[in-house]
């Protein structure tokens, strides 16, 4: 899996789908994340099967995520994950996720979503066997959440991906994936825009003369950590690829690391049973 991917969230348009790959696979990505949640996966099998001969790959050349969404959660998700399949129609899929632990209509501490998972990752490992699925993983889950899934599946989840940035480093969530092998995977590098205009994020970036965002970006894959930045913008989607020709120095990831303060910018799991 690239350490670099370009997440389509909110990317909602056949046009802005079309739009940000053409300029992704131009800028060297080849991992592109998507959920049946984002109502985009027809659109983004349609634009890679269009562009990828255009640029000079195959379908083999890109690694492509998606997730299986909350309302197929238990005895929907062979549905939910054959939906997936035929709305990309791309042959397998490289990475599918469980996108949320908890099941839609159900309250947090409703005691069938721990069933409802476990459904859930049965059928994931049946469709891995298959070949249809490449590689399975989890995303939201909390230490708790994966040391139940480590403690009954047949197959150990490849991928856990979930909020990361300066602010929220994740460590305990981390280190539970270190222990297990799992790759910790970020999304919502940027705090939802919020870090961009950090003091501490501005100068480091104006010392090194990037952008903040190329500077967060930076400050995980330097940790080994895949990120999936989000962007319509064929200019920004280029700058952001940019995380490969330079380093930053033990004190700034320290200055910046020193961020953390436990802030989420994004939806919390940590109630679900």
């Known amino acids: 899996m690239p ?22 696979l131009a800028a060297g990505y080849r991992s592109f994340d998507t959920a049946a949640v984002y109502q ?18 195959t379908r083999e050349d ?15 998700a062979m549905k939910g994950a054959l939906n997936s399949l035929s709305q990309l129609e791309l042959g397998y899929i490289d990475l599918y996720l469980i996108h949320w632990p908890g099941t839609q209509g159900l309250a947090v ?52 991906q979930v909020e990361f940035h300066p602010r929220l480093c994740q460590t305990k969530l981390r280190s539970v994936c270190e222990e297990y092998g799992v790759c910790f995977q970020a999304y919502s590098s940027l705090g939802k825009g ?15 003369e990037r952008t903040p965002a190329q500077v967060l970006l930076r400050w995980a894959v330097q940790q080994g950590v895949p990120v999936l930045p989000k962007s ?28 953390d303060c436990g802030q989420k910018y994004c939806r919390d799991s940590k109630d679900i049973v």
């Not at 890109?62 to 929907?76: A, N």
């Not at 891995?128 to 899934?149: C, D, F, W």
Request: include cysteine.
């Open 40 to 57: 985009n996966e027809a659109d983004l099998g349609r634009a890679l099967k269009e562009l990828l001969p255009k640029h000079g790959l």
């Open 62 to 76: 890109v690694f492509i995520t998606s997730k299986l969404g909350s309302e197929d959660q238990g005895e929907r």
């Open 109 to 160: 501490a409703d005691q069938r979503n721990p069933g409802n998972r476990a459904q859930s990752w049965a059928t994931l490992e049946e469709l891995h066997a298959q070949g249809k699925l490449k590689a399975i993983g989890v995303s939201n889950y909390t230490p708790a959440h994966m040391r139940e899934l480590m403690q009954s599946c047949k197959i150990p989840p490849a991928v856990l």
């Open 232 to 259: 319509s913008n064929p200019d920004r989607i280029k700058d952001n690829a940019r995380l490969f020709d330079f380093t930053l120095s033990d004190t700034d990831m320290d200055r910046l690391s020193a961020l």
């Open 3 to 24: 350490l670099l991917g370009l997440g389509t969230y909110k990317l909602l348009s056949p046009e802005d789908v079309y739009r940000a790959v053409d300029a992704a």
């Open 194 to 208: 919020k870090l961009v205009t950090d003091p501490v994020v501005m100068e480091v970036a104006k010392n090194c």
